[in-house]
């Protein structure tokens, strides 16, 4: 049903403007011939087609069922649905009823099991609820059997197998780059100590105690580290964001995925206590500079 394209499809029935007005006439063309097919802007590519050519598609579930299509638009670019293909299904379900007549009445294997996926909208969970009972229960759905869940659980079981690569960024990727921030910065910062043991111990002459050389040294390292990590953050978001379009890395319904806004707090506080707990041991050391030591190597 092409029509449901602009109205259950995800992410296409936000569309506004121009977009959503190419995307209606292609419904509008593949509603009047059976035989279009929208492909994705990524199926185009890796196919080496253009809108307006023909091909043939077969398929390893339906063997025997050869459909001669003509691609006659693209799946508008950027969406979940780059690498999907749309087609009516009055098409492959008038291919099987000539598969009947031409096998002696003989129907396809596989005539009754064509239909894998139907999404259905509701108003609240109760309606998706008693909706999904009587299809369950029905006898009419029973060979195959039918499944009914929500969209997220769907999607949950799907991701289900990634889970321990998600797990692993999270709790031993993640923690590992901020370590390995934490020993850089600590490392600039007892450079920084030793080369400027001068001015510590002039700024003790001139009146500094040392928790004014301590609040100094980590408020410096933790100033850098808050710019750094904020311009980071910045400058990932908007790379990623506007210039890339994304990153082109296709699971389950997900074509691209994008940075959020919130990375730019993330940026910041990330940068703030890494520069503070790498600065702190440094910082405590600078406190003890004794001038007499220092002035003495001088003189």
Known sequence: QPEKIPTMVDELEDLTGPRRDELLQIVEKMKSQRNGVMLGTSV????????????????FNFRGIELEVEIIGA?????????????????????????????????????????????????TRSDFERAAAQIMNS???????????????????????LKDIFWAMRWLLAPAVLVTLSLVIANSISISVRERRMEIAVLKVLGFRPGHVLGLILGEAVLIGAAS???????????????????????????????PVDALVWGLAIGTLTAFAGAAVPAWSARSVKVADVFAKVA
């Open 229 to 259: 990590g904020l311009a980071s953050a910045a400058g990932a978001l908007l790379l990623v964001n506007r210039v890339f379009g994304g990153i082109n890395f296709p699971i389950a319904f997900f074509s691209k995925f994008f940075i």
């Open 44 to 59: 185009l590519k890796r196919l080496k087609k253009r809108v307006g050519e023909r091909m043939k598609i077969t398929s």
């Open 139 to 161: 006898p009419l759905y029973a060979n195959p059997a039918v499944k009914c869940e929500a969209a997220s659980s769907a999607i949950a079981t799907f991701l289900e197998s």
């Open 75 to 123: 799946t508008p670019e950027g969406t979940r649905h780059d690498t999907s293909s749309f087609m009516n299904a009055e098409y492959l379900n008038a291919a099987f009823d000539d598969y009947k007549a031409k096998n002696k009445n003989q129907p396809h294997p596989m005539a009754d099991k064509s239909l894998g996926l139907v999404w259905l909208r509701f108003d």
